[in-house]
């Protein structure tokens, strides 16, 4: 930014949020975390391809507390992208544009990822 | 690119502390209002004022109004019709923005904080500099274009072809004052405002592509079909609910982006 003497009002330090601008910052923030969480299924195969010692180090990592959460939270950026995903198709064909409808599929769709990350995570682990 | 803090000029600092209000005040609010004096250096600043709410009116452009009269002659904003249809008094209230002539004081819960419009040069106090942004209205060229003959007396237009501009609810796009509450509200905006027209534009290139009189609606949407210009809407929807008069800037965003797919 040039030297502007004018001073710049105040903006996302004071906006008071709302559902719809959670969700548009949370589509982003899921699609960086599902692109990290590839990074962790390329090490995956790459341990398999690799042989037993390091397949067994990938399974030690990953099944620790720490992996579970990376693994809990990658699950939920899939589901949460994938709604997320399905919402912006939805507004880009002219639905879902007024607030009391976005505020509703936006509330949905944070209940669907919540129950649909716990379903398949206790279905995948049998509840580990 | 975003950047989502302020420049180091535009941090605000806590300003003075007015009291107006006496023993026998029974009905005290304090409101919390951004100053900046362009004629000295330094920072702009958070005053607060302490007022008797029994002696102004129920808005809060009305205690504005009394602290520009009673306490400190010096506070700067614009206001003109005191409701609603001037688009003047349009600033950041409670963190939202709306016209501080439609926003009754008992809506807001606490101190009233009231700061310009987000994400502009601040000219004075509660002033912002428009001259961006009404360059980008320009840019859409809104008025009327035709090449067919002019017919003897005015263009006509059927009811149901009104109603495209003026909703059927009286919430077309023409209800438009533009007081860019919208346009100011829309974090794509501030982010890419230098390229991306906004909410409030918008609305305005879709009040012209929707009437059926204008013969230039493939003129316009080429020169909207732009990576910046009109795709960096993602649907926040903070446009639709800033929006003092109820409009959907959104949806005639995604109209225009439905004609673009429309016409490949």
Request: glycine share 6%; net charge neutral; with cysteine.
């Amino acid at each position: 930014m040039s030297a502007d003497p004018r001073p710049l009002s105040p903006h996302l330090q004071i906006w008071k949020w709302s559902l719809t601008m959670a969700l548009s910052i949370f589509h982003r923030a899921a699609n960086i975390a599902v692109a990290a969480g590839v990074v962790v299924l390329t090490w995956w195969l790459a341990a398999a391809a690799t042989g037993p010692a390091a397949y067994d180090q990938f399974i030690m990592v990953l099944s620790s507390p720490f992996g579970k959460l990376i693994l809990f939270g990658f699950l939920a950026a899939v589901y949460l992208h994938l709604f997320t995903g399905l919402r912006h198709f939805l507004m880009d064909m002219g639905y879902l544009l007024t607030i009391k409808t976005a505020d509703q599929f936006g509330a949905a769709i944070l209940l669907a990822t919540a129950f649909f990350t716990v379903f398949t995570w206790f279905f995948l682990t049998g509840g580990m | 690119m975003a950047q989502f803090t302020l420049p180091q000029n535009s941090k605000v600092t806590e300003g003075q502390a007015h009291n107006a209000t006496s023993a026998t005040t029974k009905n005290a609010r304090t409101f919390r209002v951004y100053r900046y004096d362009p004629d000295t250096k330094e920072n702009p600043r958070m005053d607060s004022f302490t007022i008797d709410l029994d002696k102004c009116g129920p808005m809060v452009l009305d205690a504005l109004i009394h602290i520009k009269n009673d306490i400190d002659t010096g506070l700067t904003f614009r206001r003109s019709c005191r409701e609603g249809i001037c688009g003047s008094c349009a600033m950041n209230i409670d963190g939202t923005n709306t016209l501080a002539c439609l926003k009754p004081i008992d809506e807001v819960k606490g101190d009233v904080a009231i700061r310009p419009l987000p994400h502009m040069p601040v000219m004075k106090d509660l002033v912002p500099d428009i001259t961006h942004i009404v360059a980008q209205y320009a840019s859409i060229e809104p008025w009327m274009k035709t090449e067919s003959q002019a017919p003897a007396r005015e263009r006509l237009q059927s009811a149901q072809d009104a109603d495209h501009l003026n909703g059927t609810d009286g919430k077309g796009p023409s209800a438009c004052i533009l007081c860019f509450c919208c346009s100011t509200s829309c974090p794509s905006y501030w982010w890419n405002g230098d390229r991306f027209l906004g909410p409030a534009i918008l609305l305005q290139a879709w009040r012209w592509i929707s009437d059926t009189r204008d013969e230039a609606t493939g003129e316009r949407l080429d020169a909207l079909e732009d990576p910046f210009r009109l795709y960096r809407c993602h649907t926040i929807m903070n446009c639709t609910r800033t929006c003092p008069k109820g409009l959907n800037p959104a949806q005639a965003i995604a109209e225009i982006k439905k004609l673009m797919v429309a016409r490949q």
